[in-house]
DNA sequence: TTGTACGCGTTATCAA
DNA sequence: TTGATAACGCGTACAA
């Protein structure tokens, strides 16, 4: 039914194995043959078969994606379709295919992940998470498998290629900017203390506050997932301290929004009452109100960059680790200000 | 290298042929050698490669996901991650994978698409959106390869399963519902003409005017596209008329955010000025000030019966056509009010 | 109930 | 520069 090389090689009259060096540009056909073959191929409609040549090959021509947790709230947060984006970008020049493995809990994802790879689906994955002691991450390392991480690994940092922002320096910056705006009552706003990203700002955030001599207090931070009721509580709580925060550092701008929600029902007024600085700097931040002001941590970079390495790695499988820190910067929008200023409302 | 159905068949003192059988959980197998070939593939660590199988058998286990446009734009809004959530889930459970094909011009995502398809890498393809004339759609027809599309078919309706919210009633009773509050100035912000569902909502909308005999203007009409600042200059338009609108149809959330926004900046107030009415009721409709309110069109329903749908074609691909309306609901919120209410603010 | 042999569409090796 | 031929790993008639 379906038009093989074997058709082709018929109609221009040559061995199949001819068609296939074609296929390939092999430099010692002659342009003369090629002209024939390729017309041939034109003619019929002829296009090649992934999984027989992938069966030869031991070369699909497919990268795959793991998303953290399950693919389900992952999904809802604007990180992921923005990387996915990068990603697709080198994806589509080097003419490979996206998979996706579907999954909701860690075991099902691992499962998925190992029937991708031994399936020989893909040539290489992308983990767009990094999380402390990752199955999925071990299994690969074990595996030799190609893969890059986005996100800092939580161990083996040196021999794993990854993508990350310097989440560390990005934190303590950041809460160096709202102490010099005058805060001293910083709540730490943290997703799963599981990702290591989380894990990173959080040091970050302890070593600004060390320096500049503001004790360091558990009442402040808070771990929650955030996209549901879980979160509401917690900043009711945080809020109802005998010293509430007078500035959040918010790990993501979607709890952003949640914790914007959340003030407003209170009746607390972002920035007079409370300074909201948060990351990721979505589309979407420049929407809220007031509009966030958020650390630009170039996701669609860091998806671009992560495909751009597999790729090598692909190519070369014992290139050595590499690991590229994509620069971010501080968005200034309307929900941060100092403290010390008039505590008046515009209207 | 990698462990295959002759390693364990060795193993098991069997034929290659009975380790395929208890693959395929063949009932002729005895129980007894059943048990002897699992255990030789646990020890081993057997997988199956799919490419072979997907040779052999004609059949991948993998489906095939079209995004409109560039992926880009798509997957900037929430629509698309959630209705692929919902395809997920129908997906993991029949044991599928997702593949995605990436592209940014109409020409390119055909290419790809058709790459998927001639390539054998699919086995279905389910089509996130419908566009007037879509080329995309025009060769799977032609190719009598199994798919299904969310939205509404712009021509072919009847041969075609598809799965959608009856567009053109949603919008003709929520233009009902603006005009029972007291709206006669009603303006439509709609996303791209080629895009089916929003002809049919606009058919849907001027449906509403006749009944109820209000006339049917140009100027309160917009096509934009709205990521952007495009649609700022839109909204500054309308609202610069003679007559601005004291309500508005928006046909996505990410829109209305977009034109909340514009209002804000504009001193306009919501819902005391104008009312805003969108669609989709994505997670953030609730975050928004004000809340927005929109309709929930149940994206995840859209994917997980679209997939749904799929799987039966692909087992029976002449099953008979079917179309599947989802039911939609309103979720009123902040963002709409009766006109002839008092404009008085609460703060 | 199980084994043999061939085909699925390519690529790669070796000759010519 | 090109052609045969043997893999690649699996499914499946057909035979036993």
Chains 1, 2 share one sequence.
Request: glycine share 6%.
């Amino acid at each position: 039914m379906t038009v093989t090389i074997k058709d082709v090689a018929k109609l221009a009259n040559v061995a199949p194995s001819t068609v296939s060096r074609v296929i390939a540009n092999n430099p010692r056909i002659s342009e003369k043959t090629k002209h024939r073959v390729r017309e041939a191929m034109e003619h019929l409609g002829y296009h090649p078969n992934f999984n027989a040549r992938s069966l030869a090959n031991r070369s699909t021509q497919a990268i795959g994606l793991v998303m953290p947790g399950s693919a389900d709230k992952a999904f809802q947060n604007p990180f992921f379709p923005e990387v996915i984006r990068g990603i697709s970008t080198i994806v589509h020049e080097k003419e490979y295919a996206l998979f996706m493995s579907t999954g909701q809990t860690e075991d099902e994802i691992h499962d998925g992940v190992v029937r991708m790879v031994q399936g020989g689906r893909v040539d290489g994955i992308i983990l767009l998470y990094s999380s402390v002691d990752d199955k999925v991450m071990n299994y690969l390392i074990e595996k030799k498998f190609p893969f890059t991480v986005i996100g800092k690994p939580f161990k083996n940092e040196d021999a794993i290629t990854h993508i990350d922002n310097d989440n560390f320096k990005a934190a303590r910056e950041m809460t160096d900017y709202l102490i010099s705006l005058g805060h001293d009552k910083i709540g730490f706003v943290g997703g799963s203390s599981h990702l290591v990203v989380t894990i990173d700002r959080l040091l970050g955030y302890e070593k600004s506050l060390r320096i500049h001599h503001i004790p360091y207090r558990d009442e402040y931070i808070i771990h929650e997932e955030f996209l549901k009721e879980g979160g509401q509580e917690a900043i009711r709580k945080l809020m109802a301290l005998e010293e509430p925060p007078t500035a959040l550092l918010v790990m993501d701008d979607l709890m952003a929004f949640g914790v914007l929600s959340t003030l407003s029902e209170m009746n607390i007024s972002v920035p007079y009452d409370i300074s909201v600085l948060s990351f990721n700097n979505v589309m979407l931040a420049d929407f809220s109100t007031p509009a966030l002001t958020s650390v630009d941590i170039n996701i669609f970079q860091l998806g671009y960059e992560a495909a751009d390495c597999l790729m090598d790695l692909i190519a070369k499988p014992d290139l050595t680790p590499r690991r590229i820190a994509v620069p971010y910067k501080l968005v200034e929008r309307q929900s941060c200000m100092a403290l010390s200023a008039p505590k008046e409302k515009t209207i």
